[in-house]
């Protein structure tokens, strides 16, 4: 697991049915393009999240791959549709394996 | 609408670009809907005849840029103050205590960064935050200090930023520190390097005009530490000062230098009056 990462997610905890609410979440990381040289001219190994995705109740809301471009601590805003009560699921997945997720509960009211 | 307005709206108009798109805006600065920043405010009294009023970076930036320090979640600086958060409980040193062992919670230290750099009556010096942080470090913690603007010197100053934001910096000119103050204002009005730039060439004489492709603005530091996109980072005020100067193509001082500490204190007294703010948020 790469040093300092840490997912973060702001949620409504409360929506009414068929509310369109905002989601942002942000994951520190240091997205290590693969490109930089350390001081003695050897490439730096890429190490970045390279898929995010996030889900209501195993639905899928949002799925996105990223590249090697993106710079650290990449941060996504996004608008989901909320039917019912229930968990918003997000999950990070990192070049060397690690998963790191975070789960959010709505209620309706 | 009939000619005359539209005469007197395009004489508007037309008057309003000589201004230049770089001026500082009129937005407002609420930090997660609940901080008020004083953003502009009357110039201190050490400033009459450079300046009328005080203006924080944060106008000259763009709308977008904007918006990131306006919520918490989006400021990407707060990253380093939650790590600050895990310094400041963090056990270290000879002695076995944190800073949480002798001062409580991190917001028991609000006000503390508006008054900073301040003299220190038994070092007999002015010292920056960063300092009395290693003097406790040292004297209390029996922990090793940090660098100046390195380790965990950034996020612990973002931290005891956040925590005094919307209190306006006050710090003291008189007294033992005037000799420092002087030192720092003089730093502030030489010119340096090939260029033949002082600080005041370009944030006293020529703020809201561009310099290249960037808008200068007054270089105050009340926003500091500052996380800059340009290297996704926060950036201390030391640092800032070198790359300025650097810029003049001129040899720099070192970040923590005696130069940097009276320029601090002056630079952070051009703002007296003006809001914490840092971590900030800027290009």
């Given amino acids: 697991m790469a040093d300092g990462v840490k997912p973060r997610v702001k949620a409504p905890k409360k929506a009414a049915a068929g509310d369109v609410v905002t989601l942002k979440t942000l994951i520190s990381h240091k997205m290590e393009s693969g490109q930089r040289k350390d001081k003695d001219g050897n490439l730096i190994p890429r190490s970045i999240i390279n898929r995010f995705t996030c889900a209501f109740n195993g639905k899928s809301i949002v799925d996105v791959t990223l590249e090697a471009a993106i710079s650290t601590n990449p941060y996504f805003e996004f608008e989901a549709t909320i039917p019912e009560a229930g968990d918003l699921e997000f999950t990070w997945y990192d070049d060397d394996g690690s998963v790191y997720e975070d789960k959010k509960s709505v209620a309706i009211g | ?283």
């Fill in chain 2, 1 to 283: 609408m009939n000619f005359k307005t539209m005469s007197l709206i395009s004489a508007v108009a037309l008057a309003l670009p000589t201004l230049g798109m770089a001026d500082a805006d009129d937005d407002t600065l609420v930090i997660n809907e609940e901080i008020k920043i004083v953003t502009k405010a009357p110039a201190p009294a050490h400033l009459d005849g450079a300046l009328d009023e005080v203006i924080s970076g944060w106008h000259f930036r763009a709308d977008g840029t904007q918006a990131m320090e306006m919520d918490d979640f989006d400021n990407p600086g707060m990253l380093a103050v939650e790590t600050g958060e895990e310094l400041w409980n963090t056990v270290e040193g000879s002695e076995d205590k944190s800073c949480a062992s002798c001062h409580g919670d991190s917001a028991s230290m609000a006000g503390v960064k508006a008054v900073y750099p301040k003299w220190n009556d038994a070092a007999e010096e002015v010292y920056t935050i960063q300092m009395q942080v290693n003097d406790c470090r040292e004297n209390r913690m029996g922990a090793e200090p940090w660098k100046t603007d390195k380790g965990g010197s950034i996020p612990m100053e973002a931290l005891l930023a956040s925590v005094s934001r919307g209190m306006p910096v006050n710090v003291a000119i008189d007294g033992p520190a005037q000799a420092t103050w002087e030192h720092g204002k003089e730093l502030y009005y030489t010119r340096t390097g090939q260029l033949d730039l002082s600080c005041a060439s370009c944030h006293e004489d020529n703020y809201g005009n561009m310099i290249r492709a960037d808008h200068l603005s007054q270089g105050q530091i009340n926003g500091f530490p500052t996380y800059r996109l340009k290297n996704a980072k926060l950036n201390g005020a030391h640092s800032r000062f070198k790359g300025c100067i650097r810029d003049t193509r001129a040899e720099t001082y070192s970040p923590g230098s005696p130069e940097f500490v009276a320029l601090e204190l002056y630079v952070a007294s051009r703002g007296n009056g003006l809001s914490v703010e840092g971590p900030s948020v800027r290009n």
